[in-house]
């Protein structure tokens, strides 16, 4: 094997190391609401390329968002749990500047203000949406269109905005959440409708990725089979050549 070789299946192997992280994530959100996998297709243009149905160039890793829609929709009853069916995000106030979040699992905090349950400020078209301490949160009526009422008063209404053709530049945040670059700006959400009562899944399909897990497993030993084995050959003309 050249160097050239050594130094190609060495990378393979830490790609393939990444991509496996990628996937135990993956599965570690699965019942996590609002949740987007992270997708990966190194394992696959790196066993074409073994097989010799691909070129012999080297695969490279690329990890990305899947923003598609949760596999479903989890009722819950909770008059401040909101879904969106369609393309879009939340937007959410934090100390570090805007959140973009699927995660609808909202709830009055001590100031009558809708907060995520992080206890951060979610905003509203207008400003934060405000709940007067006389309503009660089964009072509460959340429109298709993201509006708030109560008692037949408007309250708010939800901003939901979405990045169209910029969508891919959006960065993973935790607890469900995204940033976007500076130069990144959002657009409201056309489309898109909210679901009072209900909270999205997330979009992992589980067999899927325990499929996905196996093959990079596989290819991972294969690889670590490669060096083992030159690190041998080596070792051996070493020894022919030491006498």
């Known amino acids: ?51 010799g149905a691909a070129d012999s160039s080297e695969a490279e890793l690329n990890l990305s968002l899947d923003l598609s829609q949760g596999l479903s929709f989890i009722q819950t009853g909770r008059s401040l749990d909101a879904a969106l069916y369609g393309k879009g995000f939340f937007v959410v106030e934090t100390p570090e500047g805007l959140v973009y979040t699927r995660n609808g699992s909202f709830r009055v905090n001590q100031n009558g203000q809708i907060v995520d349950s992080a206890g951060r400020v979610v905003a509203g078209e207008a400003g934060p949406i ?4 006389d309503v009660a949160v089964s009072q509460i009526n959340i429109s ?36 976007a670059p500076e130069d990144v700006e959002p657009t409201r959400a056309e489309g898109t409708t909210v679901q ?7 979009n992992v399909k589980m067999i899927n990725e325990l499929v996905s897990m196996i093959m990079v497993s596989r290819l991972y030993e294969a690889n670590m089979k490669l060096v083992t084995a030159r690190n ?8 022919v050549a030491m006498g």
């Open 130 to 133: 405000t709940i007067g301490a």
């Open 232 to 239: 041998e050959a080596s070792s051996g003309l070493m020894s």
């Open 196 to 202: 009072q009562g209900y909270l999205e899944s997330s």
């Open 1 to 51: 094997m050249s160097i050239d070789m050594n130094s190609q299946v060495t990378s393979s192997i830490t790609s393939l190391e990444q991509e496996f992280s990628a996937i135990a994530h993956n599965l570690a959100n699965v019942n996590t609401v609002g949740y987007k996998r992270i997708s990966t297709s190194f394992s696959k243009a790196l066993e074409a390329r073994q097989s």
């Open 144 to 179: 298709n269109d993201g509006t708030v009422s109560a008692n037949g008063q408007e309250l708010g209404k939800f901003r939901i905005v979405d990045f169209g053709e910029n969508e891919s530049e959006i960065l993973p945040a935790g607890n469900s959440c995204f940033t």
